[in-house]
């Protein structure tokens, strides 16, 4: 009977070891409270949420689909958040601290599920953004999901700061200094939040569009919020604000339909005149029947003027596209059946030269 007081003395002992201040026999029940409800929450996933999956399936809708995919992480974490508050409360600590996690745990799952609906429901965000036109879709239908996601992080960071008691407005306004630096932060924030809103309202730029605008030159990746991702030609990724599109003059390439050849041809002045004006002629038809150069834009080809070492004509016209790859073929074609002519009618070009004239020998005495 004695071995067993003994024996029970020690278990005592033993449980009302203090770990941090806290009894083990606690700390004990509270990791036992919290794998429970673990257990429970992988119970409920492949009960109920499997049941449910089922019955989804069945349907001719997608929605239920995306509200199940959505909403199943946030629901069965609530059993996670039950767990761990239950866990503190068994520990010691306060009711009304459990409750205030609790209750944390409760927004960050709500505002979570709401953050996977808009992920869910993108398709249908860029099928409602066509109405603003089929063109700007991607954009417009881009700028919804980011500004939905954005207000969803901002209204969940807002509320659970409230359910600590923590006054936002009052926060930022006792930050003094650092009040006026946010204040100067939102001000940019929201002259490139319009500046974005105004690209989007004036069609100006659209993704995959070549674009010029101050020293950027670049294909458009990605219209933001707050920024426009320009990929450059050398492969170098540039973030622009908003308001640089806005507030500077936007060159862009891809809403032209043509692009112009310009150029000199200078030929020998051994050229004749009845050689020039026969190639001068045949330039100008090869050029209306080219199928590469745009009959509605302006043809030029003129002998322009006596340059020093050659007789120059002047070749202005337009391809009939924007693209640099065909323009360059169509250009390559132009220049080669340009040769063609100049070798056909017995001329050749001129490459800066000079002549020396010497009119009387000097005379060499031995």
């Given at each position: 009977m004695e071995a067993l007081l003994e024996l029970i003395r020690g278990i005592e002992k033993h449980i009302n070891y203090v770990v941090l201040g806290v009894p083990l026999y606690k700390l004990t029940l509270s990791v036992v409270i919290f794998l429970f409800f673990v257990f429970l929450r992988k119970l409920f996933v492949l009960i109920v949420i499997g049941f449910i999956r089922k019955l989804t399936q069945r349907t001719a809708t997608q929605i239920d689909d995306l509200l199940l995919e959505a909403l199943k992480r946030p629901v069965s974490y609530v059993f996670i958040a039950i767990g761990i508050s239950l866990s503190l409360y068994v520990v010691g600590v306060e009711e009304g601290v459990v409750l205030k996690v609790l209750k944390t745990?409760?927004?960050?799952?709500?505002?979570?599920?709401?953050?996977?609906?808009?992920?869910?429901?993108?398709?249908y965000i860029y099928r409602f953004a066509e109405k603003?036109?089929?063109?700007?879709?991607?954009?417009?239908?881009?700028?919804?999901?980011?500004?939905?996601?954005?207000?969803?992080?901002?209204?969940?960071?807002?509320?659970?700061?409230?359910?600590?008691?923590?006054?936002?407005?009052?926060?930022?306004?006792?930050?003094?200094?650092?009040?006026?630096?946010?204040?100067?932060?939102?001000?940019?924030?929201?002259?490139n939040l319009f500046g974005g809103l105004t690209i989007l309202a004036d069609k100006s730029l659209g993704i995959g569009d070549w674009v010029k605008v101050g020293g950027v030159?670049?294909?458009?990746?990605?219209?933001?919020?707050?920024?426009?991702?320009?990929?450059?030609?050398?492969?170098?990724?540039?973030?622009?604000?908003?308001?640089?599109?806005?507030?500077?003059?936007?060159?862009?390439?891809?809403?032209?339909?043509v692009r112009r050849i310009k150029m000199y041809l200078g030929l020998t002045y051994e050229t004749t005149s009845q050689q020039m004006r026969s190639i001068l002629?045949?330039?100008?038809?090869?050029?209306?029947?080219?199928?590469?150069?745009?009959?509605?834009?302006?043809?030029?080809?003129?002998?322009e003027r006596f340059n020093d070492s050659s007789l120059d004509i002047f070749v202005y016209c337009f391809t009939n596209t924007a693209n640099w790859a065909k323009y360059l073929e169509i250009r390559e074609d132009v220049n080669l059946k340009i040769m063609e002519i100049v070798e056909k009618n017995g001329s050749s070009f001129a490459f800066p030269s000079r002549s020396v004239y010497v009119e009387k020998m000097p005379e060499f005495k031995e």
């Open positions: 745990f409760l927004i960050v799952g709500l505002f979570w599920a709401s953050y996977n609906l808009i992920i869910g429901f993108e398709p603003f036109g089929k063109e700007f879709a991607r954009e417009v239908g881009s700028f919804l999901v980011k500004l939905a996601k954005a207000f969803v992080i901002v209204v969940g960071a807002v509320a659970i700061l409230q359910e600590w008691g923590i006054n936002v407005s009052t926060l930022i306004a006792s930050l003094g200094i650092g009040g006026l630096a946010v204040a100067l932060a939102a001000k940019d924030t929201a002259a030159e670049g294909i458009v990746e990605d219209i933001g919020m707050r920024t426009t991702k320009v990929r450059t030609f050398e492969k170098s990724l540039i973030t622009v604000p908003n308001q640089v599109f806005a507030t500077n003059p936007v060159e862009n390439f891809s809403r032209r339909g002629e045949d330039i100008r038809r090869m050029l209306h029947e080219h199928p590469g150069i745009a009959k509605d834009q302006l043809i030029m080809v003129y002998f």
